[in-house]
C-alpha cells in the first residue's frame, strides 16, 4: 500500500505530535509514503482574503501535478484543512474541463500541467476502507480499555463531498476508536466547528464555539478528546484556561490525535512512538489509568 | 397607493459578472438552512441568507460592508445542507475577496490574518508558523505589536515547550519562481481579474 503523503505546513509545527504518530503507526499497518517533492502550501481556509479563487485552486493544482508526474498512488492529506482544499480543487478540475483548462494554462506558466488523474483522502479514509479495522484490530497489544474518547471530526475532515462517511452523523473515527479498546463517546458537537483558520483574528467569538464543543463532550462523560485536524487540536488544547477564564469554566480535558492513540495500543512508547509529550495537556494519566499502569 | 418597489439589478449583475462563484445565489430560494447551520450566524450582522437577500435588492454598501461576510469558519455545514447546492461557503468567500478588492474592510483583524498568510505563500510556497503570526501581530504597528505579542506569550511558550513550533526559518520552495509565475497568471485570468 503506496502513498503520496502531504502532511503540509501545520504537520512540521503546530501538529507536530500528528505527523510524529502517524508515520510509525502507519509503517506498522504496512503502509509506504512519498512526499509529494517540493510540495507548496495548500492555502487551508483564510487565502480568499489575498488571492481569487482561481489563484487558490492553481496553487493546490501544482502539488497534484507533482504528484501525478512522479506516480498514480493516491494522496493521503492528514490535515483536514489540507484535506477540503486539496480534494475539493481536484473534484472541480476533474468535472468541468473549462476550469481544467485555465487551471492548466496558469500551470503552464511554471512548465506544469494536470490531467486530473490523482485521488486525494483523508488518512480517515485510508485506514478505514484500505487498512480496514480488522487490521488495525489485530495490531492491538494495549486495549484502551474502555477509556471514553470523544471522536472529534471536526468540520472539514469528511466534507463537502463525504465520500467515506457521513457528513452529519460521521462514524468512521468511532469504528477505529472502538477497534483500539476504546469507548467512543457519543456527543452532538463531534462536527460542529472550532473556528478553525480564523480563531486567531476572531477570538473573542471563536473560543465561546471551542467552549461548546468541550462542554458537550465532558458532558457525555468523556475522559480524552481525540482528533483527526491540526487546527481542531490546537484550537480545542491550547485556549482551555482562556476559555475557564472568559466563562468560569474548569476545563482540563486533553486533546490526542487519533493516531496516538492508535500509536499506544499498538504497544508504542508513549514518547518516541505517541509523542505524547508534545501535549500541553498531559493525555498520561488518562491513558495509564485506562491500561492498568 | 401604489406599494411597488423596483430593485435595482445592478450590484446583483456586478456580483454575478466580478465575484467568484456569485452567480450561484441565484439559485438560493430564501430558506435559512444556511443561516440555521452557521456556527457564526448569531454573530453577524446578515446571516448569509440575507446577505443573498441583499444583494438582489442591490444594498452594495450593506454587503460589501458586512462582518457576515468575513465571518465564515469554512466548516462547509451551509454547502453540505443547502437544498438548492447553493455552495455558501465559496460565495462568502469570494464576496469577502471582493469586497477587500473594492475598498471595503468587513474585519480588520482578519483581513490582516489572511493578507499575510498569502503573501506568506506567495513569498515562500508554504506556512512558516511562527513568522505568520508575528507578522500578523505587527500588522497595525510597533505598538500593537508588542501588546500582542505580550498577550500571546502564553500560548507561544506552551508551543515551544511541547516541540509543536518549529524552530528555524522556513525556506523558499525550490519552485518558487515558476509558482508565483503560475500564481500571477492565474490572478489575472480569475473572475474579476483581466480577462484570459
Not at chain 1, 460542529?192 to 480563531?199: A, E, K, L, Q
Not at chain 1, 468523556?222 to 484550537?235: F, K, L, R, W
Not at chain 1, 518516541?272 to 498531559?282: E, H, M
Amino acid at each position: 500500500m503506496k502513498y503520496f503523503l502531504y502532511w503540509g505546513c501545520s504537520l512540521e509545527a503546530s501538529g507536530a505530535n500528528y505527523l510524529a504518530s502517524l508515520e510509525p503507526v502507519c509503517k506498522a499497518l504496512g503502509m509506504e509514503f512519498e512526499e509529494i517533492e517540493d510540495w507548496n502550501c495548500c492555502g487551508a481556509s483564510i487565502s480568499y482574503v489575498g488571492a481569487n479563487d482561481l489563484a487558490i485552486k492553481v496553487l493546490n493544482a501544482r502539488n497534484l501535478a507533482i504528484a501525478e508526474k512522479k506516480g498514480r498512488y493516491d494522496i493521503i492529506a492528514p490535515c483536514s484543512s489540507c484535506y477540503i482544499q486539496m480534494n475539493k480543487v481536484n473534484h472541480e478540475i476533474q468535472t468541468d474541463p473549462d476550469l481544467a483548462r485555465k487551471v492548466n494554462a496558469a500551470l503552464a506558466e511554471g512548465g506544469m500541467g494536470y490531467k486530473g488523474g490523482i485521488k486525494v483522502r483523508h488518512i480517515q479514509d485510508v485506514l478505514f476502507n484500505d487498512v480496514g479495522i480488522e487490521k488495525i484490530k489485530a495490531k492491538v497489544k494495549r486495549p484502551l480499555n474502555g477509556l471514553k474518547v470523544a471522536g472529534y471530526v471536526g468540520c472539514q475532515s469528511v466534507r463537502p463531498f463525504g465520500e467515506y462517511d457521513s457528513v452529519e452523523k460521521p462514524s468512521v473515527q468511532d469504528k477505529i476508536l472502538s477497534a483500539l479498546g476504546a469507548e467512543a463517546v457519543e456527543f452532538p458537537k463531534k462536527m460542529r466547528c472550532c473556528g478553525s483558520g480564523i480563531f486567531l483574528s476572531e477570538m473573542d467569538l471563536c473560543l465561546g464555539l471551542v467552549r461548546n464543543i468541550l462542554e458537550d463532550a465532558v458532558n457525555h462523560g468523556a475522559e480524552i478528546i481525540s482528533t483527526v485536524c491540526p487546527m481542531c487540536s490546537m484550537n480545542l488544547e491550547l485556549y482551555q484556561e482562556r476559555i475557564n477564564k472568559k466563562f468560569g469554566t474548569d476545563f482540563d480535558i486533553p486533546i490526542v490525535y487519533l493516531t496516538q492513540l492508535m500509536a499506544v495500543s499498538f504497544g508504542m512508547d508513549m514518547k518516541s512512538g505517541a509523542a505524547l509529550d508534545y501535549n500541553t495537556i498531559p493525555p498520561e494519566y488518562a491513558i495509564r489509568a485506562a491500561l492498568g499502569h | 397607493m401604489d406599494k411597488k418597489v423596483n430593485y435595482d439589478p445592478s450590484f446583483a449583475t456586478e456580483v454575478y459578472n466580478n465575484v467568484d462563484y456569485g452567480e450561484e445565489i441565484k439559485m438560493c430560494m430564501q430558506c435559512g438552512v444556511c443561516a440555521a447551520s452557521c456556527p457564526l450566524s448569531l454573530e453577524m450582522d446578515y446571516p448569509p441568507r440575507q446577505i443573498f437577500a441583499l444583494i438582489r435588492a442591490g444594498k452594495r454598501e450593506e454587503v460589501l460592508g458586512s462582518r457576515s461576510i468575513m465571518l465564515c469558519t469554512s466548516c462547509y455545514s451551509c454547502k453540505v445542507r443547502c437544498p438548492r447546492k447553493v455552495p455558501v461557503v465559496d460565495v462568502m468567500h469570494g464576496l469577502a475577496n471582493y469586497a477587500l478588492k473594492k475598498g471595503f474592510v468587513p474585519r480588520k483583524n482578519t483581513a490582516n490574518f489572511g493578507r499575510e498568510f498569502w503573501a506568506q505563500i506567495y513569498r515562500l510556497g508554504r506556512i512558516d508558523e511562527k513568522d505568520l503570526p508575528r507578522r500578523y501581530f505587527f500588522a497595525d504597528g510597533l505598538l500593537e505589536g508588542v501588546k500582542n505579542t505580550i498577550g500571546f506569550m502564553d500560548i507561544g511558550m506552551k508551543m515551544l515547550f511541547h516541540k509543536r513550533m518549529k524552530l528555524l526559518p522556513e525556506g523558499k520552495i525550490k519552485g518558487i519562481s515558476a509558482l508565483r509565475k503560475m500564481l500571477d497568471k492565474a490572478s489575472q485570468m480569475g473572475k474579476g481579474g483581466a480577462k484570459e
